[in-house]
């Protein structure tokens, strides 16, 4: 095959050796693996460099540095490869899938990211096919935009959550359908790609992440507010997970409080529903009515992964106040339906 594709390699359970403290990353030990693994020398295969970054990282250790790392390899590269693969751990996969769809402007080449719950290393790891049929989809070109495979489905990276922690379907898109299915076709939903005749204007154009202070605080029945104020006056965004459409408990004011006095400093707080599956309609019932009238911005049907990042991004872009509501609110990379 005349493509060629650049595995990215950041570490996660997928590379990872038995400890006397449990899995971690290694050193080589991912080349070691894949190099034994005959599918991905055949002629029917893209041809991949791998690039490893120093140190490997259990991703639950990724923060905004290794976001900034993942997408200057891709841009720096981007001239010279059909299609990435950024290999990661799971557990916080869904994050750096969703940071980079809003980091990497115009895109218009596959950026696949994938993992597994089993290592290479290990019998029955779902980390080979994993790994190949990524290649395959980087390499295919139908699919450009930064996307998810894992456990035989690819979904738009901005749209997914790590829904299982020990079955290898370890992913769901719970608001947006799979980009495509790998039995024993890959089957791409091209009514359900991003239309890349809308979508690009002009060069790859990427945008660093800064160090943001933000919360997420999920309502739960008894919750008291007042407890985070001193925390929530030090923050440049909050998420709140709400109950089902965006209702919050009425018996507690101090959340009015709390929204009205972050609103007086310009910090956005973003309303999401803690329901795995389903959009926030702000206004829907009285319970979210404060909400409303405080100002809040409706996340609609994003994933708080979505949510935190596209934040991170608009306050990284150094959005003001206002342009922060308007474009939380708007469709930028499919990472929300109104
Ligand atoms: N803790 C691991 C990680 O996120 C889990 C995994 O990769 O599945 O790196």
Redesign the pocket.
Known sequence: MDKKVLIINT????GMVPTDNGYAPKKGALLAEIEQIRDLNSDRMPAWDMIEFDPLL???NVRYEQWNMIAKVVAKKYAKYDGFVVLH????LAYSASALSFMLENLDKPVVFT???IPLCEIRSDGRDNIITSLMIAACGVVREVCLYFGNSLYRGNRTTKYSADDMVAFSSPNYPALAKAGIDIKYSKAHVLDKGFEIKGELELTEIKECKLGVIKVFPGVQFGLFKPIVQEMDGLILETFGTGNIPTYDPALTELINEAFRRDTAVVVCTQCPQGSVRLGAYEAGSALVDAGAISGFDMTTEAAVTKLSFLLSRGCSFEAIRTLMEMNLRGELSK
């Open positions: 570490g996660g359970t997928i259990d991703s639950t751990g799971t557990d916080t993992g597994s719950q």
